[in-house]
T-cell receptor
Framework: NAGVTQTPKFRVLKTGQSMTLLCAQDMNHEYMYWYRQDPGMGLRLIHYSVGEGTTAKGEVPDGYNVSRLKKQNFLLGLESAAPSQTSVYFC????????????FGPGTRLTVL | SQKIEQNSEALNIQEGKTATLTCNYTNYSPAYLQWYRQDPGRGPVFLLLIRENEKEKRKERLKVTFDTTLKQSLFHITASQPADSATYLCALPPGWDYKLSFGAGTTVTVRA
């Protein structure tokens, strides 16, 4: 099993450009999450999904959109990138058990110039 | 507002010693608390979970305590090894669903 994979690993954008980050998991997990991690601020939840076809806003959703058309994939879109969106983005997935262990991907390092 | 605070300073310790990390929280009533390990350039990896009715949990050389009165969890790495060098994150649920809120993490460096 590959677990949680993310593409791309690195990306540099210019202000105003758009891009989509792809997250895929092969563990048949119901829940998927997108976080950003900035120095000194920890992981902050952007959007999440509790099942195929459903999405919800997290703590910092502005400037991002998501889609979960297939259970195994969760896409994060930036319509018009801004320098404030320079960050490391992590995708995670989990199964709704009482342990709620989240499985993380390797991350995407995004720089917006 | 809800807040999670971990040791702001990085921890540098000698091999064989015990590292103790703190996680304090305010305005949460968590049913459980989790600890994750994160190596540079990688995603966090789940280590263990402790529930609100458990005072202490152990896993190999790791020991976690949870004091809901003090609103604090302590994470101990005993007989530390250089391979334990990493950033450790605490996480807890902000509500009654499956979302998690994470602390900023504490970086531990174990010197040989």
């Amino acid at each position: 099993n590959a677990g949680v994979t993310q593409t791309p690993k690195f990306r540099v954008l210019k202000t105003g450009q758009s891009m989509t980050l792809l997250c895929a998991q092969d563990m048949n997990h119901e829940y998927m999450y997108w976080y950003r991690q900035d120095p000194g601020m920890g992981l902050r939840l952007i959007h999440y999904s509790v099942g195929e076809g459903t999405t919800a806003k997290g703590e910092v959703p502005d400037g991002y959109n998501v889609s979960r058309l297939k259970k195994q994939n969760f896409l994060l879109g930036l319509e018009s990138a801004a320098p404030s969106q320079t960050s490391v983005y992590f995708c995670a997935s989990s199964y709704p058990t009482d342990i709620n262990e989240q499985f993380f991907g390797p991350g995407t390092r995004l720089t917006v110039l | 507002s809800q807040k999670i605070e971990q040791n702001s300073e990085a921890l540098n310790i000698q091999e064989g010693k015990t590292a103790t990390l703190t996680c304090n929280y305010t305005n949460y009533s968590p049913a459980y608390l989790q600890w994750y390990r994160q190596d540079p350039g990688r995603g966090p990896v789940f280590l263990l979970l402790i529930r609100e009715n458990e005072k202490e949990k152990r896993k190999e050389r790791l020991k976690v305590t949870f004091d809901t009165t003090l609103k604090q969890s302590l994470f101990h790495i005993t007989a530390s090894q250089p391979a334990d060098s990493a950033t450790y994150l605490c996480a807890l649920p902000p509500g009654w669903d499956y979302k998690l809120s994470f602390g900023a993490g504490t970086t531990v460096t174990v010197r040989a």
